[in-house]
């Protein structure tokens, strides 16, 4: 299902039958990078900063995650909705953050963005820029 469609921009979620949800994005980039740069963003600080909430990413693209369906309400929605607009509108500092704090620079420790066993079953992968997560929650603080 659809939760909004505008400009190119989509997140659909689908809900499953053990309680959680899957969340995927869609952007208009023809590059990988950046898809998964927005992904990435949006995700960390929908979910994370902002409403606290444990998530997986669920495909190797950064695309798609999971969440708790109890903890994906209309206000999780909104709020990563937001989050994404935010992210495409301030996209000028998303690079300088990422140039400064992430291209070329070696991985670093995995990032925890979730504590639920119920969870770890569809994550493809992690998180691993911490220094960049941080940057970019300092920066786009609200």
Known sequence: MDIYTTNGNIIRQE?????????????????AKWTRLYAMATYYL????RLGIDYVIANHMGTRAVVQQADFTEAAQATLVETLL??????N???ATAEAT???????????TNRQE?????QAT????????????????P
């Open 118 to 122: 119920a969870l770890r079953r569809y």
């Open 126 to 141: 992690q998180l691993d820029c911490p220094a960049f997560l941080e940057a970019l929650a300092a920066r786009f603080a």
């Open 102 to 112: 992430l291209f070329g620079q070696p991985p670093g420790p995995p990032v925890e």
């Open 46 to 49: 929908a979910f994370h900063v």
């Open 15 to 31: 809900p499953n039958a053990d309680g959680t949800t899957r969340v995927e994005l869609e952007f208009l980039f023809d590059n």
């Open 93 to 95: 500092l998303l690079l």
């Open 86 to 91: 935010a992210v495409k509108e301030r996209g």
